[in-house]
Nanobody, 127 residues
Framework: QLVESGGGLVQAGGSLGLSCAAS???????MGWFRQAPGKEREFVAA????????YYADSVKGRFTASRDNAKKTMALRMASLKPEDTAVYYC???????????????????????WGQGTQVTVSS
Protein backbone atom coordinates (compact mmCIF):
# COMPACT_ATOMS: atom_id res chain seq x y z
CA GLN A 1 0.00 0.00 0.00
CA LEU A 2 1.22 3.49 -0.88
CA VAL A 3 0.09 6.62 0.92
CA GLU A 4 0.92 10.10 -0.30
CA SER A 5 0.98 13.17 1.90
CA GLY A 6 2.04 16.79 1.75
CA GLY A 7 -0.11 18.25 -0.97
CA GLY A 8 -1.74 21.65 -0.61
CA LEU A 9 -2.06 25.17 -1.94
CA VAL A 10 0.99 27.30 -2.68
CA GLN A 11 1.67 30.49 -4.58
CA ALA A 12 3.62 30.48 -7.81
CA GLY A 13 7.32 30.52 -7.12
CA GLY A 14 6.87 28.74 -3.82
CA SER A 15 7.92 25.31 -2.66
CA LEU A 16 6.12 22.23 -1.46
CA GLY A 17 7.14 18.74 -0.40
CA LEU A 18 5.37 15.46 -1.02
CA SER A 19 5.98 12.15 0.66
CA CYS A 20 5.01 8.62 -0.24
CA ALA A 21 5.12 5.86 2.34
CA ALA A 22 5.09 2.20 1.41
CA SER A 23 3.65 -0.23 3.92
CA UNK A 24 3.76 -3.98 4.13
CA UNK A 25 6.50 -6.51 3.55
CA UNK A 26 8.41 -6.93 0.35
CA UNK A 27 11.07 -5.14 -1.53
CA UNK A 28 11.03 -2.07 -3.74
CA UNK A 29 12.94 -1.74 -6.98
CA UNK A 30 11.80 1.71 -7.99
CA MET A 31 9.23 4.33 -7.15
CA GLY A 32 7.85 7.08 -9.29
CA TRP A 33 5.76 10.22 -9.18
CA PHE A 34 3.10 10.95 -11.74
CA ARG A 35 0.56 13.75 -11.96
CA GLN A 36 -2.76 14.37 -13.62
CA ALA A 37 -4.10 17.84 -14.28
CA PRO A 38 -7.81 18.42 -14.94
CA GLY A 39 -8.74 17.34 -18.44
CA LYS A 40 -5.31 15.89 -19.13
CA GLU A 41 -3.77 12.45 -19.11
CA ARG A 42 -1.55 11.33 -16.29
CA GLU A 43 2.09 12.13 -16.93
CA PHE A 44 5.45 11.12 -15.54
CA VAL A 45 7.16 13.50 -13.13
CA ALA A 46 10.10 11.72 -11.48
CA ALA A 47 11.39 8.31 -10.50
CA UNK A 48 14.05 6.87 -8.27
CA UNK A 49 15.74 3.49 -8.25
CA UNK A 50 15.96 2.02 -4.80
CA UNK A 51 19.27 0.21 -5.31
CA UNK A 52 21.36 3.09 -6.59
CA UNK A 53 19.33 6.15 -5.68
CA UNK A 54 19.50 7.22 -9.31
CA UNK A 55 16.83 9.74 -10.19
CA TYR A 56 15.02 10.54 -13.40
CA TYR A 57 12.88 13.56 -14.21
CA ALA A 58 10.49 14.82 -16.82
CA ASP A 59 11.93 17.74 -18.75
CA SER A 60 9.18 19.99 -17.41
CA VAL A 61 10.39 19.62 -13.82
CA LYS A 62 14.16 19.20 -14.20
CA GLY A 63 16.05 21.64 -12.04
CA ARG A 64 12.95 22.41 -9.96
CA PHE A 65 11.91 19.06 -8.46
CA THR A 66 14.09 16.71 -6.45
CA ALA A 67 13.24 13.10 -5.63
CA SER A 68 14.83 11.24 -2.76
CA ARG A 69 14.29 8.04 -0.84
CA ASP A 70 14.73 6.66 2.64
CA ASN A 71 15.38 2.95 2.40
CA ALA A 72 14.89 2.25 6.09
CA LYS A 73 11.53 4.01 6.24
CA LYS A 74 10.46 2.88 2.76
CA THR A 75 9.48 6.40 1.86
CA MET A 76 10.03 8.55 -1.17
CA ALA A 77 9.95 12.32 -1.13
CA LEU A 78 9.48 14.89 -3.85
CA ARG A 79 10.71 18.38 -3.15
CA MET A 80 9.10 20.87 -5.52
CA ALA A 81 10.51 24.36 -5.91
CA SER A 82 9.82 27.31 -8.20
CA LEU A 83 6.31 26.01 -8.63
CA LYS A 84 4.21 27.19 -11.55
CA PRO A 85 0.44 27.21 -12.04
CA GLU A 86 0.89 24.48 -14.67
CA ASP A 87 2.21 22.20 -11.91
CA THR A 88 -1.31 22.09 -10.49
CA ALA A 89 -2.45 18.47 -10.53
CA VAL A 90 -3.18 15.42 -8.46
CA TYR A 91 0.15 13.79 -7.74
CA TYR A 92 0.39 10.02 -7.48
CA CYS A 93 3.21 7.82 -6.30
CA UNK A 94 3.79 4.40 -7.77
CA UNK A 95 6.04 1.48 -6.96
CA UNK A 96 7.43 -1.65 -8.55
CA UNK A 97 8.88 -4.40 -6.32
CA UNK A 98 11.17 -5.90 -8.97
CA UNK A 99 12.74 -4.87 -12.26
CA UNK A 100 11.27 -7.62 -14.40
CA UNK A 101 12.51 -9.29 -17.55
CA UNK A 102 14.18 -7.02 -20.05
CA UNK A 103 14.23 -4.05 -17.72
CA UNK A 104 15.87 -0.82 -18.74
CA UNK A 105 15.68 2.61 -17.19
CA UNK A 106 13.55 3.72 -20.14
CA UNK A 107 10.67 1.93 -18.43
CA UNK A 108 10.67 4.24 -15.44
CA UNK A 109 8.50 6.94 -17.06
CA UNK A 110 5.89 4.40 -18.18
CA UNK A 111 2.92 4.27 -15.83
CA UNK A 112 1.94 0.77 -16.96
CA UNK A 113 5.32 -0.53 -15.70
CA UNK A 114 4.40 0.19 -12.08
CA UNK A 115 2.45 -2.30 -9.99
CA UNK A 116 1.23 -0.31 -7.01
CA TRP A 117 -0.34 3.13 -6.86
CA GLY A 118 -1.30 5.57 -4.17
CA GLN A 119 -4.58 7.45 -3.97
CA GLY A 120 -3.09 10.76 -4.97
CA THR A 121 -2.66 14.13 -3.30
CA GLN A 122 -3.75 17.50 -4.69
CA VAL A 123 -1.21 20.21 -5.42
CA THR A 124 -2.59 23.61 -6.38
CA VAL A 125 -0.34 26.46 -7.46
CA SER A 126 -1.99 29.87 -7.58
CA SER A 127 -0.77 32.63 -9.87
Amino acid sequence: QLVESGGGLVQAGGSLGLSCAASGPGRTYAMGWFRQAPGKEREFVAAIRWDSGSTYYADSVKGRFTASRDNAKKTMALRMASLKPEDTAVYYCAAKPYAGFGYSDSMLPRENWYRYWGQGTQVTVSS
